[in-house]
């Protein structure tokens, strides 16, 4: 940019003096409407992104959402300014109309409105399910079993989402927090580490509130000199549709002098690298996360485990399941031990089915209150960790939670010294939705099983090759479609879920939280396959059959057909709802006809309505008789009959010292000076058009169709540029807006001294044919372009090319590339059917285009623009 503008200013002193005046309005007439169609195009661009985004169902993350309509709005404003500029005060009104449709954009991502803050802190004592939206799930589910079924839960408090708020309120923290998930392109778990990283420290650092900091230290007083547990109790954490199983800490053995530590420690897990994962994954909003923590004592457990009251991936639904490790039952969710399993009925509370793990370790609470791992020595390892009679308690326990709220829970528990059961926590239980039926005898695969016998966490069958991943490094590097192969099924590596094909994990258990998210996720997962690193470690593919607990070497095709699980229906994710209230004033068209007395500022109802308006009156003020200037657009002669006209902005063409009446309104191709037109039009000329495309039925149906559908196309119907194709020049910059039949099409570059601010751009859009040929022709030019350095994406049938920071020759082929193929594509999207043809015209194209440079340098030195 700073360099077309060097070059209009060069052109403003090389000019006569009686018309420097006229000559400079026109110019900065020419750059403002430049740069209004730059803006178009970005501002359409990031329109096509966004729909598309809302197509695929998959925003990414809220803040993204906002960062895009942003981005729009700044690019529609940019066109409104550079339009008024064009237009003294004719157009004015257009900021009103965009300030109000930004306000009910604005409007579109507010969440639910949020009453008065409550009291900071709530004792667990008086809190019931009712209380849930101060004290989240996990709390107020704790609450309301102690008041309601007499259940033992720890001693202990909440500290409570209007905490929360003030802690991010009064310190600012909020609008970081939303700052640097901005800044941070977060795309790879790398990145999304160095966000957490910012986030925890902005979190550290921030003073926390003294009517926090004392309703805490008071609650601290009143329990005594013990030990906690600080949880996350995050509101939507544990609910049937976003479980967050392991995604946040929870600190334990911690001292009242340190609760408001651990508090920011649990706060700053909610935008970990796993955390942010899961919630962009689930379509929540980042901006609607808010952090109630449990305080809860710290239970000297010599059991502890885990009930689910329905097997949670199929088996007898007559059942219940009773995990179980000695000490604190940390190693069960974490995943870091085999576990003891007990399979209970539901009716009679008896045992119908036990399973005593081999276990190596067990954690347990030291006196000073930290909790450490121990060895098991003696025999210890397969002595059942409770007792028979504990797991009937147990059982009934658990069903009368169930029947209190209506539906399967998954309970966490701890047994004591003194032998009395705790539950820790309760929720619902993540089923799978079509529970899987025995796996049908498979004789083909029968003899390629390596690894039998694994525990099933996720029904279903799915290959890949095998990657394992012990360290971060090996999570940053694992690749898209691989089976993730762990030792331990840490929840860390839920952010891996998403990209993986299958989970194999030696330790851990069926219950615990990677467990959970494989579910939620649907991915077929196997944990607790002693032996698996050593004998998967290397084998290249395999197939993990997650129902029958087995591991084939290589893809078993059948077998995966046969495991297919019947796809899950989506849920209506809160950015996606968020994506398409916003939408509705982003992307409608309701201005289409210029001519409609509703063509006016105020017609405009959405960012889309005022980039058509600006572009219809910035071609007006542009172009139409009257407004040109001196040197106003001529039109080009030459041999062939086209309906080009040119306006130089400045050193684009030769001097004319002799004028006449004729030269003033035509231009022959010979007095051009650009490079980049002259390599442009070397492009478009050089190489005879052989003509459409041999007719098909089909092909010549869906012409037929698409014409008959969009008014658009209709014989004699405008084009964006009035009636003509109009160069924009300058001696080393080039701009062309041009329709050719059905097809719409931008080319422009900038060729000077300086790479980094050389460019060639390509945006292409049209066709006569149906939308997925011409899909097919525009990943045919964008395959063509990739291959001569141009980044190149496509949106349904829009192709958007860009080359930066290249040489001035690198620029000038570019250009001539494209020339070529603004000629040569049209009304091939007709043939895009037939496979063999596609694969002709991408040979041909490429064989043209070689023979095509060859002569360029030439070309551009004979016509006297050669540096």
Known sequence: MKTALKTLFNFI?????????????????????????????????????????????HPSGITRVRAYSVMVASSVRQMIERLCLMAPGKYDGLRDVFNEIVQNMDRAFAGPERGPLGPPVLRLRDVRASDLPETGSKVAMLGEIRAELGAVVPHGFAITASAFHLFMESTGLDDEINRLIQIHDSSSLEELNDLARSIRNAIDLAPMPQELEEAVR???????????AVRSSALGEDSEQTGFAGQFISKLGVKPAQVTEAYRAVVSSMYSATAITYVRNRGLREDEMV???GCMEMVDAVAGGVIYTRPPVGGDENTLIINAVPGLPCAVVDGSSLADSWTVDRETRKIVGRDIAEKEVRFVMTSGGQVRKEKLYGGKQLEPAIPDHDIERLADLAMRIENHFGRPQDIEWARDREGLLVILQCRP???????????????ESRGLAILTGCIPASPGAASGCVVKVESDEDMFQFPDGAVLLARNARPQLSALLPRASALVAEFGSSVGHLANVAREYGIPALIGAPGAVERLSGVGVITVNGTNGTIYLGRRKRMIEQEARPATVARTSDVGLALRRVLKFITPLNLTDPESPDFRPEGCRSMHDITRF?????VSEMFTQGNRPVSGARRLTGQQTMQYWLVDIGGGTAGDEAETSDSRQSITVEAIRS?????LWFGMMTVPWEGPPPARMDGFMSVLTSAAQNP?????ARNDMGERNYFIVGSRYCNLQSRFGFHFCTIEGFAGDDPNSNYALFQFKGGGASLDRRNLRARLVAEVLEKRGFIAEIRDDALFARLEGVSREAVEQAMAVLGYLLMHT??????????????????????EIEELLEGLAAELKEAGCAA
């Open 13 to 57: 002193h090389g000019n006569a003096e009686g018309e420097r005046e006229s000559v400079e309005k026109f110019l900065n007439k020419s750059e403002d409407f430049r740069l209004l169609l730059s803006a178009n195009g970005k501002a359409l661009e990031l329109m096509s992104e966004m729909t598309g985004a809302a197509q695929s169902g």
């Open 675 to 679: 490079s980049p037109m002259r390599a």
């Open 826 to 847: 049209r009304q091939i999207d007709m043939s895009m059917a037939d496979p063999a043809m596609v694969i002709r015209y991408r040979d041909k194209f490429e064989a």
């Open 218 to 228: 008071e609650q601290c007083a009143r329990l005594g000199d013990i030990r906690f």
């Open 614 to 618: 600006c572009h219809e009156k910035a």
């Open 712 to 716: 658009a196309l209709a014989p004699g």
């Open 429 to 443: 239980l993540t089923m799978c939705v079509d529970a899987p039926q025995p796996p049908v005898e498979d004789e």
């Open 291 to 293: 952090m109630a923590v």
